[in-house]
Nanobody, 122 residues
Framework: QVQLVESGGGLVQAGGSLRLSCAASGRTFSSEVMGWFRQSPRKEREFVAAIRWNSGITYYADSVKGRFTISRDNAKNTGYLQMNSLKPEDTAVYYC???????????????WGQGTQVTVSS
């Protein structure tokens, strides 16, 4: 079992920045992929970014490429999503998730955090 706990959400003005954290605990996380997804009202959960825990290889949705950066701290077993140049359309509940292979499909991820709200005002 892997437990994931997100933090760092909040309210920010357009153009601002936030950093989300996802603390992982439970069995060894070294071979996993950590993904970030988001869901806004009346929309399906969508892929934002992912990182291979061992190699650090990253993947991004086109909508966030160049603005968001995913990273991880192996020693702390924590992943991060640095979000810059935020836009009102980035408003959503953000979730981290864990899997043992890279995928952009939410249903393929085995473990999920509880989510953290990000609200970007115009």
């Amino acid at each position: 079992q892997v437990q994931l706990v997100e933090s760092g959400g909040g309210l920010v003005q357009a153009g601002g920045s936030l950093r989300l954290s996802c603390a992982a605990s439970g069995r060894t996380f070294s071979s996993e992929v950590m993904g970030w997804f988001r869901q806004s009202p009346r929309k399906e959960r969508e892929f934002v970014a992912a990182i291979r825990w061992n190699s650090g290889i990253t993947y991004y949705a086109d909508s966030v490429k160049g603005r968001f950066t995913i990273s991880r701290d192996n020693a702390k077993n924590t992943g991060y999503l640095q979000m810059n140049s935020l836009k009102p359309e980035d408003t959503a509940v953000y979730y981290c998730a864990a899997n043992n292979y890279h995928s952009r499909i939410p249903a393929t991820y085995d473990y999920w955090g509880q989510g953290t709200q990000v609200t970007v005002s115009s």
